[in-house]
């Protein structure tokens, strides 16, 4: 029994405008529109990246989020371009207290915070998102929790950070940094998981839960896919097979 990593979702005041900028900034395309949901993926069948999907919500940001996206670059020229351009297209530079740093801290047009990382080794061949950053009190036990979740084992980790990497190798990193904010809100971004196709949606679940998920109530109402929170409080869905 398994479960895999399948979206990034991002609660939006306007998602077809916020997806509009990210398959700019990111060179991917959007494969859905509807008035309930759009979609943005890579370009091609390369798979290096994770579907990035942007729902309607009727609630503003108020905090930092706690998940967000590093984005990668090949050199100091790129990291500098790279920030120009997304200013260009609407993002901000934003102050989350991260003192002099040699990466670059954005928020798009809706404030969703993301940075434009500085050129490392360990980046290269990810494509144009580094890694998906989650922050976390307990970045081993967290990362822990996930490797099941997500199907991914780690690639590294110290008491600072913990990442985990595909099994082929390729795309974004999934990261857990260590923070000491508390959890306040519902994160406005969230992962979603499914199992493989074939797979059991109501075993899956009940595997996560042992692992130490809970229920959510997110206002979801009657809807095919189970939201679960992870172990420090961070809701998931876990969709159906595919």
Same mark, same amino acid.
């Given at each position: 029994?398994?479960?895999?990593?399948?979206?990034?979702?991002?609660?939006?005041?306007?998602?077809?405008?916020?997806?509009?900028?990210?398959?700019?900034?990111?060179?991917?395309?959007?494969?859905?529109?509807?008035?309930?949901?759009?979609?943005?993926?890579?370009?091609?069948?390369?798979?290096?990246?994770?579907?990035?999907?942007?729902?309607?919500?009727?609630?503003?940001?108020?905090?930092?989020?706690?998940?967000?996206?590093?984005?990668?670059?090949?050199?100091?020229?790129?990291?500098?371009?790279?920030?120009?351009?997304?200013?260009?297209?609407?993002?901000?530079?934003?102050?989350?207290?991260?003192?002099?740093?040699?990466?670059?801290?954005?928020?798009?047009? @809706?404030?969703?915070?993301?940075?434009? =990382?500085?050129?490392?080794?360990?980046?290269? /061949?990810?494509?144009? !998102? *580094?890694? +998906? #950053?989650?922050?976390?009190?307990?970045?081993?036990?967290?990362?822990?929790?996930?490797?099941?979740?997500?199907?991914?084992?780690?690639?590294?980790?110290?008491?600072?950070?913990?990442?985990?990497?595909?099994?082929?190798?390729?795309?974004?990193?999934?990261?857990?940094?260590?923070?000491?904010?508390?959890?306040?809100?519902?994160?406005?971004?969230?992962?979603?998981?499914?199992?493989?196709?074939?797979?059991?949606?109501?075993? @899956?679940?009940?595997?996560?839960?042992? =692992?130490?998920?809970?229920?959510?109530?997110? /206002?979801?109402?009657? !809807? *095919?896919? +189970? #939201?679960?929170?992870?172990?420090?409080?961070?809701?998931?869905?876990?969709?159906?097979?595919?």
């Amino acid at each position: 029994m398994s479960t895999r990593l399948t979206n990034i979702v991002i609660d939006a005041a306007d998602p077809a405008a916020i997806a509009r900028f990210w398959t700019a900034a990111l060179g991917w395309e959007i494969t859905y529109e509807s008035a309930d949901e759009v979609s943005v993926e890579p370009a091609g069948e390369d798979g290096l990246g994770i579907p990035l999907v942007f729902v309607p919500v009727p609630e503003p940001k108020t905090v930092k989020n706690r998940v967000h996206l590093d984005l990668a670059s090949r050199s100091a020229e790129h990291q500098q371009g790279t920030v120009e351009r997304l200013t260009a297209l609407g993002a901000t530079p934003v102050d989350v207290g991260q003192g002099p740093v040699p990466w670059v801290v954005l928020a798009d047009p @809706e404030g969703n915070e993301f940075c434009v =990382l500085e050129p490392r080794d360990e980046y290269a /061949g990810t494509g144009p !998102v *580094a890694a +998906v #950053v989650v922050d976390a009190a307990n970045p081993q036990m967290l990362a822990a929790f996930w490797t099941e979740a997500a199907g991914w084992p780690v690639g590294r980790g110290d008491s600072w950070l913990v990442g985990l990497r595909p099994p082929s190798g390729r795309g974004p990193w999934l990261e857990f940094i260590r923070d000491g904010e508390p959890k306040r809100v519902k994160n406005r971004v969230h992962l979603d998981v499914a199992p493989w196709p074939g797979g059991d949606q109501a075993a @899956e679940v009940a595997r996560l839960e042992e =692992l130490g998920a809970k229920h959510a109530d997110v /206002g979801q109402r009657d !809807v *095919a896919w +189970v #939201v679960l929170a992870d172990t420090e409080g961070n809701e998931f869905c876990v969709l159906s097979p595919r």
